[in-house]
Each structure stands twice: as structure tokens, then as C-alpha cells.
């Protein structure tokens, strides 16, 4: 489009006008890597031309968080604001209050009524839950047995039902966990799900070639970025929003995963995949931009989840947390299972045995919270982590004033796979292959046998694991460690009946014997033989 109006020659220089050419230019700000406040607004005599003005702050403009949206989402934006008054008065214990904004809203209007954090769970279309036939709707409400599971949630906080039927108005504790249910279903149950919602729906009419219509299409993704973020934040995201957005922030200062510019990793991500999203949209890519959600997005939509997950599971441990009055101990027993519930179905999907020790320990109102501990509960959940999508590193490590607590430390993931066992040590035998590598360049032989039969950086309980041993190891009476397995049977047949076949091939390098006993040491070629053989 770009080119089109201004490539010198072109027959119709500026044919679709210059505040058209300009929008345009300003939905790949974000891509590009800055913001409508870097590029400024164009002045004449100290005046904005129409439409030339620093890009979310005109008229009809709404840039929230970085993203420059190509349609008017400033409405949607503002469904921050119901979630904002509900807190508040969830926070005075008036529930009737938040049981009114949660229902009714306020703030986000849509065309002839207003905009509900409710509807999110509860819309329907045609008799049938407006989200039906959607892959992490599907997962959910299967898991829940209720297409109104996020509603459900919500509402046994406000209505004092469900895990709440036995509560006591009298009480603090009791008090503080229905406002955290009720607030933190509201958010990361009823508005995750329609975020994800809204990528779907533009996926859906993208395949239908419906790109333009009203409320379609690439619009659904400036919707999705206006609920994950709302309108608190600003134009460039440091504002005090109480969306995903600053779920996201929070949580990377508790966990270490902020990013070289200060926001959260998470946001920048998400952003960015946004952005890939809406591009692939607008150029009929429509199975690529489907791919996304299930392979980028949703799993960076998670990081928060499982950090304040883990975050609640130490907080509501009672015996990590001795002097912690009860009624702060119910509260944060009641944001952990916010938390875990609004992942449990994908983490059932991944291994249902986790799914269920998990809740065991953390569904609220439970006989026994928190039982086998935190580090436990901690080490369950980082068990699934690959198959999320997420790593170690996207999750960090929990800490309090900035020392990393006992247990959570940011777990070990081994090129994309997350171990449920540590195997840190396991993992470090590569630095004696790498040593080996070094010497035998360097044909400083003794320094790589040293290494190869000693070992030097991969510790067991009382010795130092060793590549040699991989092929030497035997059992207490003598026996080859491997005898009667399989491949090992195969390759010992193979090479006459030696159980060490391997360590031999490797020595023979290293010592100069076998193949190599007549080698040369003055030959380069013989020490560069010698070397790979060796390696």
C-alpha cells in the first residue's frame, strides 16, 4: 500500500490520501521495535495537520500498550475499568457492587448495550455457547463439565456458593478469598478464554475471505490486544492496568523474567506475536496465523498463570509459612487455586495424574492444602512445563526481596525438555566432551585421557561420572552393567564379544595402539585422525 502511493513514477501519487498512507505506516510501529511517542507527530506552524498528530493520542485513536491498532478498540479497552471497580469493591466486601459491574458493566459500550466481564463466559449464539467448537473452549468446558465454567467460578465468590456455601460473613479469611476468586476468575478465566476467542474468530473469517467486515477479521486481534492489555496502561504500557498485561508485569519481577527494555518478557512477546498474527491475517495466511495460537500465543498466555501458580503454592504452604495469620493463609490458598485452575485443563490434557495431585493440594476449601509442600507441588507442575510450550527460562525463578526461595530456583530444561528429576549434574558430562575435544585439538593427549577416565565436571554422589564409564561399568560380581540389553548385546556380538567395545575404539586413539599404532606423532594427519576418533 505503501509503495503503491508513493513509489516515485507511480501514475497516482497519494491516491489514497496522505492520513490514509500514514495510518498505515503507523500499524508496523510495534513490528519495527518503537512506539507513536519515538516518531512524534508532525507539526506546521506548531500545529498538528488532521491526522498527523503523535499517533493514540487524536481523536478516535487508541494505541494501548504498544500496539498500534488499525481499528477504534478504545471501548473494548476499557473492560479494565469494569474489572478495576470490581476489585474495589470486592476489596470493601460489597458484593452486591461487584456482582452488579460483573453482570451489567459499566464502562466498555459496545453498539446498543454494554459490554459484560460475564458475557465473556456466558454469550451465546444461536442457543449454543458463543465459543463452542473453539480448541481451548472445547478443552475447557470439557474439563469443567460446564460451557459456563469461567461464570461459575466467578459467581460462587460473589453469591457465596459452591466452595464458598459454608463461608462466614463475619469472617476475614473467608472474605479475602471470595474477592480473590471472584477477581481472578474474572480475569484469568472469563477474559483469558475470550482473548483467545477473539484470534479464533479472526481466523474463522479469514478462511471465509470476510477480512473487512465489521468486527471482524483483523479487528478481532486489535480486540484480543485490547482485553489482554485494557486501557489503564497507556500508550506504551507502563500505566497500572489490572489486565494479563499487568498480571504479566508482576509477575516478572517476582520471577526474573523482565526483558533488556524493563517490561515483561511475556509482553514483549506477546506483542510481537500479535503483530506476526495480524500481518499473516491481512495476507490471506490464514492457516499460519491458525498455527500461532496453539504454538506462541496461548503458551505465552500461560507463563503468568504457572509463575502465580507457583508463586501461591509456597505462600499457601502453612509450614513454609509459620507465622502467617489465617486469614492471609486463606487468601493466598484461594489465589493459588485461581491461578491453577485457570491452566488445570491444560495441564490434565498434558498428564491427568499431575492434574489431579495438583488439585488435590490446592483446590480450595481442600481437607489437606498444600500436604506434600511446596517443593513438591512445584516440581509436579514443572513436569509438564514442555508440553505447555513453556521452559524453565520462560518461567524463571520465584524470589522474595530479591532472594531466590528455598526450592524455586528456575528450573532445568534441556533443549526443550523439562526433566522431572534433577539431572543438572547428568547434564554436565557434555563439559568433559567438550574438554576432550579442546585437548585433543590441542594433541595434548595425556590432559584428554585424564578427562575422559577421571572425569571433571559431571559429579555423582560420591565420584565423577566419566564418558569411559558409559562403556566399562560393570555390576558388583563383574558383570557388564548393559549385559542383556538389546543394542548392547548387538554391538558387544558384533565386535568379537568385546563388552568394551567401545572404550577401545576410543582408547586406541588416545594411547596410540590398535589402528593407530603405527601412527606418526610428527603426522598431522595421523593426529587429526587420532582426534576424531577420540571425540
Known amino acids: 500500500m505503501l509503495r503503491s502511493n508513493m513509489e516515485y513514477g507511480v501514475a497516482n501519487p497519494m491516491a489514497a490520501g496522505y492520513k490514509a498512507v500514514v495510518a498505515e505506516l503507523q500499524t508496523v510501529y510495534s513490528c519495527l521495535g518503537f512506539t507513536c511517542a519515538d516518531v512524534g507527530g508532525y507539526l506546521v506552524d506548531g500545529a498538528s495537520p488532521d491526522g498527523l498528530a503523535t499517533c493514540g493520542t487524536g481523536a478516535g485513536s487508541s494505541v494501548v500498550a504498544g500496539y498500534a491498532p488499525e481499528s477504534d478498540v478504545s471501548e473494548h479497552a476499557k473492560i479494565d475499568l469494569d474489572q478495576l471497580k470490581m476489585e474495589t469493591t470486592t476489596d470493601a466486601f460489597d458484593w452486591a457492587g461487584a456482582k452488579k459491574v460483573y453482570t451489567e458493566g459499566e464502562f466498555s459500550e459496545k453498539t446498543s448495550s454494554m459490554r459484560t466481564l460475564q458475557g465473556f463466559s456466558t454469550a451465546t449464539k444461536d442457543g ?107 500508550a506504551d504500557g507502563t500505566g497500572a492496568g489490572v489486565q494479563m498485561y499487568a498480571l504479566a508485569e508482576k509477575r516478572a519481577e517476582n520471577f526474573g523474567t523482565t526483558s533488556t527494555g524493563g517490561l515483561a518478557a511475556v509482553n514483549v512477546k506477546m506483542l510481537a506475536h500479535i503483530v506476526e498474527m495480524r500481518t499473516a491475517l491481512k495476507a490471506g495466511q490464514c492457516e499460519a496465523a491458525a498455527a500461532m495460537i496453539s504454538s506462541t500465543i496461548v503458551p505465552e498466555m500461560t507463563v503468568p498463570l504457572l509463575q502465580g501458580a507457583v508463586r501461591y503454592m509456597y505462600l499457601g504452604d502453612a509450614a513454609a509459612q509459620p507465622d502467617l495469620a489465617a486469614a492471609k493463609l486463606k487468601k493466598g490458598r484461594a489465589e493459588g487455586w485461581a491461578f491453577l485452575a485457570a491452566a488445570l485443563p491444560q495441564i490434565d490434557r498434558c498428564d491427568s495424574t499431575v492434574a489431579q495431585a495438583l488439585r488435590a493440594e490446592m483446590e480450595y476449601g481442600t481437607a489437606t492444602p498444600m500436604a506434600g509442600g511446596y517443593k513438591a507441588a512445584v516440581a509436579k507442575l514443572q513436569s509438564v512445563y514442555t508440553c505447555l510450550g513453556v521452559s524453565c527460562g520462560d518461567v524463571g525463578g520465584y524470589a522474595v526481596d530479591g532472594q531466590t526461595v528455598d526450592g524455586l530456583g528456575e528450573c532445568l530444561s534441556i533443549a526443550g525438555y523439562t526433566p522431572e528429576t534433577d539431572v543438572l549434574s547428568h547434564a554436565k558430562i557434555d563439559l568433559d566432551q567438550q574438554k576432550m575435544e579442546a585437548t585433543t585439538d590441542g594433541e595434548d593427549w595425556a590432559a584428554a585421557k585424564k578427562v575422559y577416565t577421571e572425569g571433571e565436571f559431571s559429579e555423582k554422589s560420591s565420584s565423577m561420572r566419566t564418558l569411559q564409564g558409559f562403556s566399562t561399568a560393570t555390576t558388583d560380581d563383574g558383570t557388564p552393567k548393559l549385559a542383556g540389553e538389546k543394542f548392547f548385546d548387538m554391538y558387544r556380538a558384533y565386535w568379537g564379544g568385546s563388552a568394551t567395545y567401545a572404550d577401545d575404539f576410543v582408547m586406541a586413539a588416545l594411547d596410540k595402539t590398535g589402528v593407530f599404532a603405527d601412527a606418526s606423532d610428527a603426522d598431522e594427519g595421523d593426529n587429526l585422525a587420532r582426534a576424531e576418533i577420540a571425540n
Open 128 to 234: 449454543q455457547p458463543k465459543l463452542a467448537g473453539q480448541k481451548y473452549f472445547d478443552m475447557y468446558r470439557t474439563y469443567w463439565n460446564s460451557a459456563t465454567y469461567a461464570d461459575d467460578f466467578v459467581m460462587q465468590g460473589l453469591d457465596k456458593t459452591g466452595i464458598f456455601a459454608s463461608a462466614s460473613d463475619s469472617d476475614a479469611g473467608d472474605n479475602k478469598a471470595r474477592a480473590e476468586i471472584a477477581n481472578k476468575g474474572a480475569q484469568y478465566q472469563n477474559t483469558w478464554m475470550y482473548i483467545i476467542h477473539e484470534m479464533e474468530d479472526a481466523v474463522a473469517d479469514c478462511r471465509a475471505g470476510d477480512l473487512t467486515a465489521n468486527d471482524k477479521g483483523v479487528k478481532a486481534i486489535d480486540e484480543a490486544w485490547a482485553f489482554w492489555a485494557g486501557s489503564l496502561e497507556g
